[in-house]
């Protein structure tokens, strides 16, 4: 059983930057590809990027290329999203995921096993 937590959600004006942190419970964290995804009132929920657990490689949606970067620090079992230029389009529910059979960096949620409860990102105009 794996246990993710998002924190950092918030409200920020357009322009702003945020900091997403998942912390997951499980002593093998350091072997799961880890996803975040999003989703908007009304709207599916999506991919936003992931984050390979053997070299670090990582994948963006097309919408937040270059705005936003995944990073993970395996010895605090921790993945973050870095948001910067934050967009109204932007507002929604992150979650983080943990995909347990690593294979390649999955875009699709069924590819996940395991997810968090989500953090409110609220971006202003």
């Known amino acids: 059983q794996v246990q993710l937590v998002e924190t950092g959600g918030g409200l920020v004006q357009a322009g702003g930057s945020l900091r997403l942190s998942c912390a997951a419970s499980g002593s093998t964290f350091s072997r799961y590809n880890m996803g975040w995804f999003r989703q908007a009132p009304g709207k599916e929920r999506e991919f936003v990027g992931a984050i390979k657990w053997s070299n670090g490689a990582t994948s963006y949606a097309d919408s937040v290329k270059g705005r936003f970067t995944i990073a993970r620090d395996n010895a605090k079992n921790t993945v973050f999203l870095q948001m910067n230029n934050l967009k109204t389009e932007d507002t929604a529910v992150y979650y983080c995921?943990?995909?347990?059979?690593?294979?390649?960096?999955?875009?699709?949620?069924?590819?996940?096993?395991?997810w968090g409860q989500g953090t409110q990102v609220t971006v202003s105009s």
């Open positions: 995921a943990a995909d347990l059979n690593p294979l390649f960096l999955r875009t699709s949620m069924a590819g996940y096993d395991y």
